[in-house]
């Protein structure tokens, strides 16, 4: 069973009231989780600031599927990326639109390089990348 340590945390009145508003929002069950997970995200934060260090990530992309080569370009991207790459979900989301999902691992220089050039690709709409230890 872990340790619990217990430690007082002091906040100005307005600020906790918005605290405790954005928990309530997010459905956290107290004030000690909720502070616990900025904690978590923000050690999270700090690990993608080293660029050789392993970790997981999402890619998320929507593009034109219409627009000139951008399928076969995307395509073209991973298949030479293909050790970061654990796997990959398309969807389409109407008739222009696809969304790709790609989950990726690998040291966070190397991410960072290939997600940017995929959403820079000429017909990308927009993306996103998280990343993430375990």
């Given at each position: 069973?872990?340790?619990?340590?217990?430690?007082?945390?002091?906040?100005?009145r307005?600020?906790?009231?918005?605290f405790?508003s954005?928990?309530?929002?997010?459905g956290?069950?107290?004030?000690?989780e909720?502070?616990?997970?900025?904690?978590?995200k923000?050690?999270?934060?700090?690990?993608?600031?080293d660029?050789?260090?392993?970790?997981?990530a999402?890619?998320?992309?929507?593009?034109?599927h219409?627009?000139?080569?951008?399928?076969?370009?995307?395509?073209?991207?991973?298949?030479?990326h293909?050790?970061?790459i654990?796997?990959?979900?398309h969807?389409?989301?109407?008739?222009d639109?696809?969304?790709?999902?790609?989950?990726?691992?690998?040291?966070v220089?190397?991410?960072?390089?290939?997600s940017?050039?995929?959403?820079?690709?000429?017909?990308?709409?927009?993306?996103?990348?998280?990343?993430?230890?375990?």
């Amino acid at each position: 069973m872990e340790s619990i340590v217990r430690k007082g945390i002091a906040f100005d009145r307005e600020l906790l009231k918005k605290f405790d508003s954005l928990n309530k929002k997010k459905g956290y069950k107290n004030r000690s989780e909720a502070i616990r997970d900025l904690i978590r995200k923000e050690f999270v934060t700090e690990e993608t600031t080293d660029p050789e260090k392993r970790m997981m990530a999402t890619l998320t992309m929507v593009y034109d599927h219409h627009k000139h080569d951008v399928q076969h370009n995307l395509t073209h991207m991973q298949h030479h990326h293909s050790d970061l790459i654990r796997s990959t979900l398309h969807v389409h989301i109407d008739h222009d639109n696809c969304m790709e999902v790609l989950i990726l691992e690998g040291k966070v220089k190397d991410i960072v390089h290939f997600s940017d050039s995929m959403l820079a690709e000429k017909g990308v709409k927009h993306g996103k990348l998280v990343m993430t230890s375990g």
